[in-house]
């Protein structure tokens, strides 16, 4: 049997984990989401750790999780994510001289953050891609708390990263770049790929509704927002959908940008009623949704669970990343 790995979330509104096999035909064997109270978390930073901490045992003890080992997924506004060139360099040399290549870009000083760079092209002597910097306390905070839980992050990755590998759906014809955008009840994150690389990232905070997703009353926020409901769209949706358009305007007008051709819709709220229609009604480009089962197989365990939501899609991709 393939190698596990588990790719592990945690959200303002809620904890979530998936496990998967990799090989020639990735496979979930389990995950599940524990939620989380008020206060407790905030765009992948942990405020109360033993609140945390205790919904982490939870999960594993509910999901069916074999492993102790995890890599964790992270995603803020806070992350900085911008285009960077760099002299061409060896992996490791490269890695080791990031830190004194950049530290004129970081908010905070170079040794208070942890950093990657994700290369997208190069030339003879230089390479292109996306610089993240993170603020380490918060990074040191998720692991720590983790660990009082007795679960080790092996590895932290970014979460739009982690979508931009979720297969043929991120890939998309080599002459379109393809956008997916996992609709959280906080937090957006949207990335922006061509052949299966991310060429654009932004983090989008807008709070639609709080604990009314995903499924909201009848005269919520979905309603309001297709029906008008006399008092015209949901101020908060409205918002998300412009943020979206203008992220997408802002891409395609990069000197040479590759076009959007359609927008994928995953996360915890993606699917509350009237979301995905209002999105695609404000866009000017196809929208499609993305689950789970359109990404991997399930074992017969996780079948007889019933579909995942796709709420787990973000781990989901953080577990299909590369092997550590």
Do not use: C
């Not at 588990?6 to 509104?13: K, P, Q, V």
């Not at 309001?224 to 992220?247: I, M």
């Not at 007889?304 to 550590?324: E, T």
């Amino acid at each position: 049997m393939p190698a596990s790995v588990i790719g592990l979330e945690i959200a303002e509104e809620a904890i979530r984990a998936v496990e998967v096999t990799h090989g020639k035909h990735p496979t979930m064997v389990a995950g599940g989401e524990v939620p989380l109270p008020p206060g407790a978390a905030k765009d992948s930073e942990v405020l109360d750790p033993d609140a945390v901490a205790l919904a982490v045992r939870q999960l594993w003890a509910h999901a069916g999780l074999k492993s102790r080992k995890v890599v964790l997924g992270v995603a803020n506004r806070r992350i900085l994510v911008r285009e960077y060139v760099s002299p061409k360099l060896p992996p490791a040399l490269l890695k080791a001289a990031l830190p004194f290549e950049v530290g004129d870009l970081l908010p905070v000083p170079v040794d208070q953050a942890v950093l990657d760079f994700y290369p997208i092209s190069e030339t003879d002597t230089q390479i292109l891609g996306l610089l993240v910097a993170a603020v380490s306390e918060t990074v040191e905070g998720l692991i720590s708390t983790l660990g009082r839980a007795k679960v080790r992050a092996t590895a932290v990755d970014f979460l739009p990263f982690g979508l931009a590998r979720l297969g043929p759906a991120a890939t998309g014809p080599a002459e379109q770049a393809v956008a997916i955008a996992s609709i959280g009840e906080h937090t957006t994150s949207v990335v922006i790929t061509v052949a299966g690389i991310p060429r654009f990232v932004r983090i989008i905070p807008v709070d639609l509704a709080g604990g009314s997703l995903p499924q909201p009353p009848a005269d919520g926020i979905a309603r309001r927002a297709l029906d008008g409901g006399g008092q015209g769209p949901d101020p908060e949706l409205a918002d998300l959908v412009a943020r979206l358009r203008g992220t997408l305007d802002f891409y395609s007008a990069r000197d040479g940008a590759t076009p959007v051709g359609t927008l994928y819709l995953t996360g915890a709220a993606a699917t509350a009623p009237g979301v995905g229609q209002a999105i695609a009604a404000g866009l000017p480009v196809g929208v499609r949704y993305l689950g789970v089962p359109d990404l991997v197989g399930l074992s017969k365990s996780a079948a007889s669970r019933g579909v995942p939501p796709p709420s787990l899609v973000n781990a989901l991709g953080i577990a299909l990343g590369d092997s550590r």
